[in-house]
Every structure is written in C-alpha cells, then in structure tokens.
C-alpha cells in the first residue's frame, strides 16, 4: 500500500508498506496507512521549512544564518571525536565587473555557477555556506591542513579554467582567492572565521587567484606582526597571479 503525504497542493514524499503475500492488506490498512501519512505531513513541512530558513535560495547552499550555528556544531562533533576541522573562506575576484558590464542576473548566474562547481569539489560530510554577497565558507570536518590546503587549490584551479555562459549567452571567466584555517581545539567559532578571513584578504593582497593558509601556530610565535604576515602562500607554481582588471 501506498499513500501520498500531501502538503500545501504538492505531494512531499509516499508512505509505503509492504507485505509477504500478496492480498494481505485490507481497507482497514489503508485507512490505518493515510491516518499515519496524515500525521506525517506536520513534521515534515516543519523541518522543510526550518530548512529553508537556513538556505539561500539563490544558490540553495546554507546562508549565512547557518554559519555559526554550523561551525559551533561542527566543532563540537571535533571535540567528541578528537578530529581535526578546517575552513575555507573564498571571495570571487573583481565580481562587481561582472555585474557592472552584464548585469546583475550575469552577475546571479555566476554565483550560482560557483556554488555548483563548489559542490562538485567537495564531500559528502562537508558544509558550504554562502556568507553574503560573493563570499562562501566551507567547513570541512575531519580535514587536516593538507586536506584543505588541497581541496581549495582543486576549487580554485577549476574556477579559473571555466567558462560560465551569461543568460546574454557571452561567456565570462573569474577568479577567486581562498582563505584557509584548521581549528586549533579552542577557539570560537567568530575567531575561525576571523582567521579565515584574514588569510583570504592575504590571498587578494599577494595578487588574488590563490589561496593562503593561516598558520595559527606560527601566529601565536608572531603575535606581534600583522595577519598578513602569518599566512602561508601554497600556489604550486610560485608565480605571482596579477590582479583582475
């Protein structure tokens, strides 16, 4: 037997049971399953809808409202397991061109362009974010500084290989600069984010489309030079990228 949950006019999701013989269920069953699918039906939209409060619904990653809730859950689950925890910060390049010369929905079509190809470079276990604006976080449980180091340098080198078609059909490229910061056990989860942070605004200044890694530890035997200066740049070529125009 098989009953549709029914929410707003739009079928949600099926309740279904099944039996060992054929012929076993009877109309008592039948009633008995849509009462239950009834009772399901709350439960369900409650938790789309709390979803949907946490979603941007331009990119459909976590909003903003997400990121410390998840950061704080995230470090929580690190500190039961004893595991590591790392962060991306990233920020598109020069992105206010893009909608100054095509328009904001080019500018919407390149977000929502990047969301995807974040997705697609990421597991299953971690978190993208959309903080605002052109900025995105993801929180990567479980992931060692190399780990990190690694995948953003994957997202960034995809970025900048790709084309991204407008709804004008013109295509443009960007870039992107990437911050990157491990948690170190004890900090906040406003302090991770600040270190984050502070790596990628290191990234644009060292000439954007790289990543830089925020070398916590080495701040602490630092403290007294500037955030930019406690980053550590890992773009495999050396090169210095020159900045959009």
Same mark, same amino acid.
Not at 154 to 160: D, K, N, P, T, V
């Given at each position: 037997v098989a009953v549709p949950l029914w929410s707003a006019g739009e079928v949600v999701g099926v309740l279904a049971a099944t039996a060992g013989k054929p012929d076993r269920f009877t109309s008592y069953h039948e009633d008995l399953a849509s009462l239950l699918a009834n009772c399901a039906v709350p439960p369900i939209e409650k938790a789309r809808l709390a979803r949907l409060a946490v979603t941007d619904a331009q990119t459909m990653v976590f909003n903003h409202a997400y990121l410390i809730v998840g950061l704080r859950a995230e470090m929580a689950a690190a500190r039961r397991r004893a595991a590591t925890l790392s962060v991306l910060l990233m920020d598109l390049d020069a992105?206010? /061109?893009? $909608?100054? *010369?095509?328009?904001?929905?080019?500018?919407?079509?390149v977000l929502r362009a990047f969301a995807d190809l974040? /997705?697609? $470079?990421? *597991?299953?276990?971690?978190?993208?974010?959309?903080r605002g604006g052109d900025e995105f976080v993801v929180i990567m449980p479980g992931a060692s500084k190399r780990t990190a180091q690694l995948a953003a340098e994957?997202?960034?080198?995809?970025?900048?290989a790709t084309s991204i078609e407008l709804p004008s059909h013109a295509e443009v490229s960007v870039t992107v600069s990437i911050g990157a910061a491990c948690w170190d056990g004890s900090e906040s989860p406003e302090e991770l984010e600040r270190r984050a942070q502070d790596a990628m605004q290191a990234a644009k200044l060292h000439g954007r489309n790289r990543v830089s890694f925020d070398d916590n530890d080495h701040m602490r035997r630092t403290s007294t030079s500037t955030p930019q200066d406690n980053v550590i740049d890992i773009r495999d070529d050396g090169a210095d990228a020159k900045p959009n125009n």
């Open positions: 992105f206010g /061109r893009v $909608n100054d *010369r095509h328009g904001h929905a080019a500018g919407d079509r974040i /997705r697609q $470079n990421t *597991r299953d276990e971690d978190v993208v974010v959309r994957r997202m960034r080198a995809a970025l900048a």
